[in-house]
């Protein structure tokens, strides 16, 4: 499976933005997807998940401000990031897995996004 991230830019704290992921084949809508991000000099982190079923996870740091999303007809996941602070700041990443808690085996390229105060 091939992953297709999308949709990084700069914006200013409190502004929104839309990330998009597109998988090469129709069955990555039987795997756990996600979006991790790695800001300069911190280890990479996990940011929100979704299983193949809906079920979703996020992390402390975006919940209440992020919403990932699926829409398996077009092999897409999204994460809407609402009220973006500067510590937002940083590569983002869609991954893949066939579980739900094991590694994460498929990788996007990242997206930077940039949260100016």
């Known amino acids: 499976v091939q992953l297709q991230a999308s949709g990084g830019g700069s914006v200013q704290a409190g502004g929104s933005l839309r990330l998009s992921c597109q998988a090469s084949?129709?069955?990555?809508?039987?795997?756990?997807r996600a979006w991790l991000r790695q800001a300069p000099g911190k280890e990479r982190e996990l940011v929100a998940q979704?299983?193949?079923?809906?079920?979703?996870f996020y992390g402390d740091a975006v919940k209440d401000r992020f919403t990932i999303s699926r829409d398996n007809s077009k092999n897409m996941i999204y994460l809407r990031m609402n009220d973006l602070r500067p510590e937002d700041t940083a590569v983002y990443y869609c991954?893949?897995?066939?579980?739900?808690?094991?590694?994460?085996?498929?990788w996007g390229q990242g997206t930077q996004v940039t949260v100016s105060s």
């Open positions: 084949r129709r069955t990555a809508s039987q795997y756990t």
């Open positions: 979704i299983t193949a079923s809906g079920g979703t």
């Open positions: 991954a893949a897995q066939r579980g739900v808690r094991g590694s994460w085996g498929y």
